[in-house]
């Protein structure tokens, strides 16, 4: 298996600009995260879906950001209109739970720059 | 939610082991105990999940006492390759509050 497939691996736009980041979880699993990761505010959970569809989305910081799943081997995340503050490593994971524990698979992640 | 505490940072030289202590209070009766790693420019990795009394795998083992409110991840013979951070995560996945990811611990292996 490839594993947790994102694109692009790294993004530079410039502030008021859309970003879209996408996602292939693992075939066969049934969850996918979006996290974000800062120097400051470390590893913060975004959103996430079971079977396609959004769980929790409380993490995502503000109307500017959107997520959709429109099918089972296809996520996406986006900013519009992205800010200088949304500079961060983008990390997408997905997981087939076993119980109530769970092994996320992460992500190389997409690390955005905003000017 | 069962917040979690841990060291901020360790040090420590190869081929010695290492242990990191993460408390956990309040955990729940359906909780568990999950330990990622992670690189720098890379997404946290998996490494050992534990409900109670010990877990051992190819890479670490995961000490739980009898009550549950600390576990003790135990890297065997630490390599410099094992600089990373540890991430200690408490709860139980299908209520979903097994996915706060809190600082970490920054361990530095020194030749």
């Known amino acids: 298996d490839a594993g947790v497939i994102q694109s692009p691996r790294h993004e530079v736009t410039e502030m008021g600009q859309e970003v879209t980041l996408r996602c292939k979880p693992i075939?066969?699993?049934?969850?996918l995260f979006w996290y974000r990761q800062t120097m400051m505010r470390g590893l913060e959970l975004l959103i996430y879906f079971n079977n396609n569809v959004p769980i929790d989305d409380s993490g995502m910081p503000e109307d500017r950001f959107s997520a959709k799943m429109p099918n089972a081997s296809f996520s996406t995340l986006k900013i519009q209109p992205s800010e200088p503050r949304d500079s961060a490593v983008y990390f997408c994971a997905s997981s087939l739970p076993s119980g109530s524990g769970s092994e996320q698979f992460f992500g190389p992640g997409t690390r955005l720059t905003v000017l | 939610l069962a917040k979690t505490t841990q060291p901020i940072s360790m040090d420590s030289y190869e081929g010695q082991e290492v242990n990191i202590t993460c408390s956990h209070n309040n955990i729940a009766t359906n909780d568990y105990i999950t330990w990622y790693q992670q690189f720098p420019s890379q997404g946290p990795r998996f490494i050992i999940q534990?409900?109670?009394t010990k877990v051992t795998n190819e890479v670490a083992s995961l000490f739980i006492p009898a009550d549950r409110k600390s576990s003790t991840l135990s890297l065997p013979r630490v390599s410099l390759s094992d600089t990373a951070v540890y991430y200690c995560l408490v709860g139980d996945f299908y209520a979903g509050n097994m996915l706060t990811f809190g600082g970490g611990t920054r361990l530095m292996v020194k030749p």
């Open positions: 534990g409900y109670k």
């Open positions: 075939s066969g699993h049934d969850y």
